[in-house]
């Protein structure tokens, strides 16, 4: 198995490696936000998703920085990665499901519904950047097929 966060470079080089690629979205956040600033609660809204997004962050970190999956976030977006370690990429799929069911779970029962798309392709990740096809077809899915709180995969099936 390659070494941990080192796993999408050969000889020093970035390269492209089968990965699982998830991008996930808290959906109607941007009404949330533009609400509690039309309540001059946006400082209030602002505190409240961030102690519960923080407290998930953290928790994905801890379980990545033993592990071969990757993981980022941006406003309220998460981006999940697990690059290819075993012919059938069971492992991989267990061990990223895992961890969107996990999110989904600890962000809707704080009010929070989470949409995304699921993709296996080719990605390049590390801790500046995302580039692949992997990316561009879970952001796809999650933008625009899955319509309601799920996760939809390249399959078309609804996995979580």
């Known amino acids: 198995?390659?070494?941990?966060?080192?796993?999408?470079?050969?000889?020093?080089?970035?390269?492209?490696?089968?990965?699982?690629?998830?991008?996930?979205?808290?959906?109607?956040?941007?009404?949330?936000?533009?609400?509690?600033?039309?309540?001059?609660?946006?400082?209030?809204t602002l505190q409240e998703f961030h102690a519960i997004?923080?407290?998930?962050?953290?928790?994905?970190?801890?379980?990545?920085?033993?592990?071969?999956?990757?993981?980022?976030?941006?406003?309220?977006?998460?981006?999940?990665?697990?690059?290819?370690?075993?012919?059938?990429?069971?492992?991989?799929?267990?061990f990223i499901l895992d961890s969107i069911c996990q999110y989904q779970l600890d962000m809707s029962i704080r009010g929070y519904f989470i949409r995304g798309g699921l993709a296996v392709g080719a990605l390049f990740m590390d801790e500046n950047s995302v580039y692949g096809?992997?990316?561009?077809?879970?952001?796809r899915l999650e933008t625009q097929v899955a319509v309601n709180p799920r996760l939809q995969s390249t399959q078309a099936a609804t996995l979580c």
Not at 20 to 29: E, I, M, N, S, T
Not at 133 to 139: E, K, M, N, S
């Open 1 to 44: 198995m390659p070494s941990a966060k080192e796993d999408y470079f050969e000889g020093g080089l970035p390269v492209h490696k089968t990965s699982y690629c998830a991008f996930l979205d808290v959906l109607g956040f941007s009404e949330r936000i533009r609400a509690s600033e039309a309540k001059g609660e946006a400082n209030k």
């Open 133 to 139: 096809q992997a990316l561009l077809d879970a952001y």
């Open 53 to 94: 997004f923080s407290k998930r962050l953290k928790k994905l970190k801890e379980e990545h920085d033993e592990s071969l999956q990757y993981f980022k976030s941006f406003s309220d977006n998460i981006l999940l990665a697990h690059p290819q370690f075993s012919q059938d990429m069971e492992s991989e799929f267990g």
